[in-house]
């Protein structure tokens, strides 16, 4: 990845942990990224909202970052068991996870609203980590370059620059099944994501596309040196001190 921006190696927790927990992984890690200057690049844990505080305050001042798993695309307001951007911000946040595949099957999440809760989360001053990807019977059918790319011009924020966007390609096929793609099919989304980027964003070669799905220290180094792999965006590996740092040192 030379020339590329600085890799940034994000874990998804997703609904998992508590407070021990978070405490005691989150420190691990900052402990690690502490002791080794950074390590050349940049750590984000994105855990349960009910968390932040514990993490926040294990992470300290070690430049480990935090971010959450969804926003809400009002400020304010009467929307129950929701969570605005600005109030992940004040949580100390820096970044939040929209359009996740789970979130697009679970709740049923369209492009127009993944695109909504960016443009809230960049207005809360939070760099949104947009997610896209496809299926497997779109991975079949030969149409997921034409399926991640309509995501991907349907989900990113009109005037998004590379200090305001992170991108997320995660198969869903891939995700939790311990299955990966190939890296010349790695290569072939990636490299046409940059190329959209690079016509509907600002110094769009220079906005980070993370890859997620299924990402391990065994197979983390092949992934990060593949060209316009910029990160991970990792799941349950995240959940183990020893794997995430292995694949932090990945990169």
Known sequence: MTGSPKPLIAGNWKMHGS???AADLAGSLADRMAGHGGGGVEM???????????????VGASGVA???????????????????????????????????????????EDDALVQSKAEAAQAAKLVPVVCIGETLDQ??????????ISQLR?????????????V??????????????TPADIAEIHDAIRDV????TTQGDGVRILYGGSVKPINAAEILTIENVNG????????????????????
Request: net charge negative.
């Open 19 to 21: 407070e021990v927990f």
């Open 44 to 58: 984000l844990l994105c855990p349960p909202a009910l968390l932040l505080g514990s993490v926040r305050a294990a």
């Open 66 to 108: 935090i971010g959450g798993q969804d926003c809400h695309v009002a400020e304010q307001g009467a929307h129950t068991g929701d969570i605005a951007a600005a109030m992940l911000a004040d949580a100390g946040c820096g970044y939040v996870i929209v359009g996740h595949s789970e979130r697009r099957a679970d709740h049923g």
């Open 139 to 148: 991975r079949d059918a030969g149409t997921a370059v034409e399926v991640v």
């Open 154 to 166: 349907g989900s990113v924020p009109e005037g998004s620059s590379a200090s305001t966007l992170v």
């Open 168 to 181: 997320a390609y995660e198969p869903v096929w891939a995700i939790g099944t311990g299955r990966t793609p």
């Open 197 to 200: 980027l690079t016509a509907i």
């Open 232 to 251: 991970a965006l990792v799941g349950g590996a995240s959940l183990k001190a020893d794997d995430f740092w292995a694949i932090a040192q990945s990169a």
